[in-house]
């Protein structure tokens, strides 16, 4: 990993590399936005074909492979399935489903004056596509996170896709309920769930994380198929000024080994602990060629001037994982895709069993959302009813205003119904 000083001779390197890291979402998905495209336009002119093509190239899919997992297939895969996994398994899906629940909108009404009655229902999306990464490791975990939150919100319809799904991520569609499951990944899934082909209808919104191409495709899909968010390759941040070395770097490295494209930042004031996650790290990682690969590459600790800075960095970086060491932190974090507090919260923990989704913003996205929730399943509705007495008392204010902005239309759609 790479340690940077923010102030003295490092502070024009390291003002340098914090606007690249500000940049990386957009770089990113910049390099394979050309390919992205391409692969996009032939699975939405030529569906299946197409479709079958680069699940051929890319997935495996044998020749006379079916793109649909059966239900037995899933329902082997669960009873191959160790006893122990399969008590993980529903200990997470038991834990993401209450979370769910917890924070499903409610319907409510109000009367903000006599006569008038405003409120909101809350509806499910109709139809929705989880992606599930399939390629490096197996994701049973993400499957669970994409589905059951899909569930808890009502919606109808739910599509799966992965490239060669391990047993693990069958296992864990059986154990879900899942009735369509395609083996197929990358941006040709994601177009497929988008655009609709023969075999895969289109839905109403995608979501799941994914490596850079996946991320492109679902930027690039968004104009016609709702999405989530860019939830691209892992990101993670520690602050801390009295953590454990050791603890921290288990974390880094953790969060490393997912993708070679993978940020892993400390953000310290404190010198001493930053060279000693530095020494952590290198003796973690070895042995761990995708973390190491990932750390080396992309993997920094900045040591700033004072604890201010330091908080103030990790707001401007709005990271996917951010750990921070008390809970009186949570006064000054403003954006995070979802924030592991103190020495006994491994950022894993959250990857699998807490119940908060692991589907998190990736690219600065943590400015302006958090991460999957129940509520991308659902749709939240207003209402309004007015009585006669309620339109005589507030109409009079929408005609003003409507002629104030040149209306007349308005202003009489209104007035015609106070006679």
Known sequence: MKLVKTFGRGKAAADVLIETLERRGAVNTARVEPVVRRILAEVRRNGDRALLKYAAEFDGLEKRQALLVSRDEMKAAWEATAPTLQAAMMVARGNILAFAEAQLPQEWTISPSAGVKTGQ????????????????YPLPSTLLMTVTPAQVAGVERIVVCSPKPAKETMAAAWLAGVTEFYRVGGAQAIAAMAFGTATIGRVDKVVGPGNLFVTAAKVLASSECGIDMPA???????????GSAVGI?????????HDPEALAVL????VVLASEVAA???????????AKQALGAQGC???????RE???????LAPEHLTVDTADDLKWIRNAGSVFVGEHSPQSMGDYVSGPNHVLPTGRVGR???????MDFVKVITVQKYTRQGLKQMGPHAIALAAAEGLTGHAESVRVRMQ
């Open 267 to 270: 953000i310290t004031s404190n």
């Open 280 to 290: 952590q790290v290198k003796s973690q990682a070895r042995g761990n060629a995708v």
């Open 301 to 307: 600790i900045f040591v700033t001037a004072t604890v």
């Open 232 to 242: 691209g390759p892992t990101e993670i941040v520690v602050t801390s000024e009295a």
């Open 121 to 136: 229902i809350v509806r499910p999306l109709g139809s929705v596509g989880c992606y599930v990464p399939g390629g490096r």
């Open 249 to 257: 770097a288990a974390d880094l490295v953790a969060q490393a080994e």
């Open 368 to 374: 302006v959302r958090g991460g999957l929730s129940v």
């Open 310 to 316: 330091a908080r103030k960095l990790t707001n401007r």
